[in-house]
């Protein structure tokens, strides 16, 4: 046991700071809160986005474009995933249930089949709409691309 090794006793050593507690404290008179201004005073919350008077960046940025509100927006399936399903499990109909099943959508999602990729056998597809690619590669093998709409 030497002096490098001391420490003071488990729980004897407060970690916060108490404020307010009189000069001698240490953290009395302002309460840290230094002098005058919106911060010293009690009950003062600052709004989102302010600076302190200067003009807020999102004031200041250009504002352009058009968000349309009643937007529709699917989940994205190309053909060359589909046919990855009917490889890997030997699928012959595919919907809803079974993208989300298999991960490719979550049960939420509005699901559209995309032409990207290349369909080599016959499968029945049934899902929320269908790019004109996909609904004719789908049709040519001799296959059916239902669309159920929203």
Same mark, same amino acid.
């Given at each position: 046991?030497?002096? =490098? ?6 729980? !004897?050593?407060? =970690?916060?700071?108490?404020? #307010?507690?009189?000069?001698? =404290? #240490?953290?009395?008179?302002? !309460?840290?809160? #230094?002098?005058?201004? *919106?911060?010293?005073? @009690?009950?003062?919350? /600052? ?10 960046? /999102? ?40 993208? %989300?099943?298999?991960?490719? *959508?979550?049960?939420?999602?509005? %699901? ?8 080599? =056998? ?9 790019? *004109?690619? *996909?609904? !004719?590669?789908?049709? @040519? ?10």
């Amino acid at each position: 046991m030497n002096l =490098s090794n001391l420490r003071p006793a488990k729980g !004897s050593v407060k =970690s916060r700071k108490r404020i #307010g507690r009189g000069t001698g =404290s #240490g953290k009395g008179g302002t !309460s840290t809160r #230094g002098h005058k201004g *919106a911060q010293s005073r @009690s009950g003062y919350s /600052q709004k989102i986005g302010f600076e302190g008077g200067q003009m807020p960046l /999102q004031r200041r940025l250009p504002k352009f474009g058009f968000k349309n509100m009643n937007r529709v927006e699917y989940n994205g399936i190309n053909l060359d995933m589909i046919q990855g399903l009917v490889d890997k499990h030997g699928l012959t109909e595919i919907n809803h249930e079974v993208i %989300v099943q298999h991960g490719l *959508a979550s049960k939420r999602d509005l %699901v559209k089949v995309l032409g990207r990729g290349e369909l080599k =056998s016959k499968i029945n597809v049934t899902v929320h709409a269908f790019s *004109a690619a *996909a609904k !004719s590669a789908i049709e @040519s093998l001799g296959g059916t691309a239902t669309a159920t709409g929203k």
